[in-house]
């Protein structure tokens, strides 16, 4: 299996520490909103990398976590914290806005029938590690004290700039206007925040004699070092995560632990609407209850995610959309033909996974499942490897409907025809539909 890694920038076969225990960390949703479909995107993309690694006999150990503390509006350690935020949007505390998006969250998590991560670690349940960890960073000198928190000082760790490529001085040439004073470095980052004087921020602990919070990069290395330890076999996100959080995750996890944070690093591109990011604050979101509403499934907006690459470029439209539903109806309609014909595959499951196999290229996949004849053991496997749930979506007709297909033809070969229209109306109320053929009625859905 070959994946395309960030610390090399190529696509290079993927060597396992362990395989019957590969570690996958996938940084989760801050839990203050909704998650829209450009979040669900790149957990579609992570839950093929989960079943493809399961199809090659791996055993996968993956975290996810769930921020609901720690996140501010602006991810340089400013403005108000996220939770805070949702909390006065809809007049509810913190921790009851955490807990009504993280239900919401796993309902469309579960909904897009995404693999079950091993754990999901909501990052309040972490704060002692996560006083723990900032000990220790203070006692190998790589931070210090400012009027709002505690520091990183990113001077200290060499290949800071490395895995983001960096250019440092440019990052603080192009910080002057909002720099941070009391920072000394533009890169540096708050591992530690301290509740201001007046300061409306309802989760607060105590650390070093003063009421804070944890920064929103260390809950990750936190989370990592407690449930998976160090070095793990791959990290996942999206491209934004590159230059701050990633790099900022690297920099506390290396520092403290003297290992190797992970060893692949996967970040998936943006899903943009009319060419701009998918984001809250543009006001240009979809969530899949939008999609329903609009009369699509959310395995649907899955197949749709699973036509592209995890690292290309692609642009949302409900015209795309459609052409996806079609597509798995017409998948659907196959697995009902495999129902009624004893069908010879010519579909290769080694050639199959080997698509996935190379950088989890599904877009390839999905034109190899277009071209050849499946069986229904075919299809169970394709559910195996894409979770669209083609046979729980598509299942065989009860006994009655098919009597009802059975009267239908006797009444159209016996020249009933009002009892047989009665009899495709009856049918078309259970989204069924049928084919005259020259060897007999075919069954097919109508959605």
């Given at each position: 299996?070959?994946?395309?890694?960030?610390?090399?920038?190529?696509?290079?076969?993927?060597?396992p520490?362990d395989?019957?225990?590969?570690?996958?960390y996938?940084?989760?949703?801050t839990?203050?909103?909704?998650?829209?479909?450009?979040?669900?995107?790149?957990?579609?993309?992570?839950?093929?990398?989960?079943?493809?690694?399961?199809?090659?006999?791996?055993?996968?150990?993956?975290?996810l976590?769930?921020?609901d503390?720690?996140?501010?509006?602006?991810?340089a350690?400013?403005?108000?914290?996220?939770?805070?935020?949702?909390?006065?949007?809809?007049?509810?505390t913190?921790?009851?806005i955490?807990?009504?998006?993280?239900?919401?969250?796993?309902?469309?998590?579960?909904?897009?029938?995404?693999?079950?991560?091993?754990?999901?670690?909501?990052?309040?349940?972490?704060?002692?590690?996560?006083?723990?960890?900032?000990?220790?960073?203070?006692?190998?000198?790589?931070?210090?004290?400012?009027?709002?928190?505690?520091?990183?000082d990113?001077?200290?760790?060499e290949?800071?700039?490395?895995?983001?490529?960096?250019?440092?001085?440019?990052?603080?040439?192009?910080?002057?206007?909002?720099?941070?004073?009391?920072?000394?470095?533009?890169?540096?980052?708050a591992?530690?925040?301290?509740v201001?004087?007046?300061?409306?921020?309802?989760m607060?602990?105590?650390?070093?004699?003063?009421?804070?919070?944890?920064?929103?990069?260390?809950?990750?290395s936190?989370?990592?070092?407690?449930?998976l330890?160090?070095?793990?076999?791959?990290?996942?996100?999206?491209?934004?995560?590159?230059?701050?959080?990633?790099?900022?995750?690297?920099?506390?996890?290396?520092?403290?632990?003297d290992?190797?944070?992970?060893?692949?690093?996967?970040?998936?591109?943006?899903?943009?609407?009319?060419?701009?990011?998918?984001?809250k604050?543009?006001?240009?979101?979809?969530t899949?209850?939008?999609?329903?509403?609009?009369?699509?499934?959310?395995?649907?907006?899955?197949?749709w995610?699973?036509?592209?690459?995890?690292?290309?470029?692609?642009?949302?439209?409900?015209?795309?959309?459609?052409?996806?539903?079609?597509?798995?109806?017409?998948w659907?309609n196959?697995?009902?033909?495999?129902?009624?014909?004893?069908?010879?595959?010519?579909?290769?499951?080694?050639?199959?996974?080997?698509?996935?196999?190379?950088?989890?290229?599904?877009?390839?996949?999905?034109?190899?499942?277009?071209?050849?004849?499946?069986?229904?053991d075919?299809?169970?496997?394709?559910?195996?490897l894409?979770?669209?749930?083609?046979?729980?979506?598509?299942?065989?007709?009860?006994?009655?409907?098919?009597?009802?297909?059975?009267?239908?033809?006797?009444?159209?070969?016996a020249?009933?025809?009002?009892?047989?229209?009665?009899?495709?109306?009856?049918?078309?109320?259970?989204?069924i539909?049928?084919?005259?053929?020259?060897?007999?009625?075919?069954?097919?859905y109508?959605?």
């Amino acid at each position: 299996m070959k994946l395309y890694n960030q610390i090399t920038k190529n696509v290079a076969e993927f060597v396992p520490q362990d395989p019957n225990n590969i570690k996958i960390y996938t940084c989760g949703p801050t839990v203050y909103s909704y998650a829209h479909i450009g979040n669900f995107s790149s957990y579609i993309y992570w839950d093929l990398l989960v079943r493809t690694l399961s199809l090659n006999g791996y055993q996968v150990n993956r975290v996810l976590n769930l921020t609901d503390v720690g996140h501010l509006s602006s991810d340089a350690d400013e403005g108000e914290d996220k939770l805070e935020k949702g909390a006065k949007r809809e007049g509810k505390t913190v921790w009851e806005i955490a807990d009504k998006y993280i239900t919401a969250f796993l309902k469309d998590f579960r909904a897009l029938n995404l693999t079950e991560p091993t754990k999901i670690a909501r990052a309040t349940d972490y704060i002692e590690a996560d006083i723990a960890l900032v000990k220790k960073l203070i006692d190998k000198g790589y931070t210090y004290e400012t009027s709002d928190g505690i520091y990183y000082d990113t001077s200290k760790f060499e290949k800071y700039a490395d895995f983001a490529r960096l250019n440092l001085e440019k990052l603080k040439a192009g910080a002057r206007v909002e720099f941070n004073s009391e920072k000394r470095n533009a890169s540096d980052f708050a591992v530690w925040k301290y509740v201001k004087p007046g300061e409306d921020h309802a989760m607060q602990w105590e650390f070093n004699g003063k009421m804070g919070y944890p920064g929103w990069h260390l809950e990750c290395s936190t989370i990592i070092h407690e449930e998976l330890g160090e070095p793990i076999d791959i990290h996942t996100g999206g491209i934004d995560h590159i230059p701050i959080h990633h790099t900022n995750e690297i920099a506390q996890s290396e520092a403290a632990f003297d290992e190797k944070l992970s060893h692949y690093w996967l970040h998936c591109n943006f899903i943009t609407i009319d060419g701009q990011k998918v984001s809250k604050s543009l006001g240009n979101i979809y969530t899949l209850d939008d999609l329903r509403e609009k009369g699509y499934s959310p395995y649907d907006f899955k197949l749709w995610v699973l036509q592209g690459h995890y690292r290309s470029d692609r642009n949302f439209s409900f015209e795309d959309l459609n052409a996806a539903k079609n597509r798995r109806l017409n998948w659907r309609n196959r697995v009902a033909e495999s129902y009624q014909k004893d069908l010879s595959s010519s579909f290769i499951k080694e050639t199959a996974l080997s698509f996935v196999n190379n950088d989890l290229n599904s877009a390839e996949l999905m034109a190899y499942i277009d071209d050849n004849t499946l069986s229904l053991d075919d299809w169970r496997f394709i559910d195996q490897l894409l979770g669209l749930d083609l046979l729980k979506t598509s299942p065989d007709l009860t006994d009655e409907l098919k009597e009802q297909i059975k009267a239908r033809e006797n009444a159209r070969r016996a020249g009933d025809y009002a009892t047989a229209d009665a009899l495709r109306e009856k049918l078309a109320e259970n989204k069924i539909t049928v084919l005259d053929t020259e060897n007999g009625p075919i069954w097919q859905y109508l959605a």
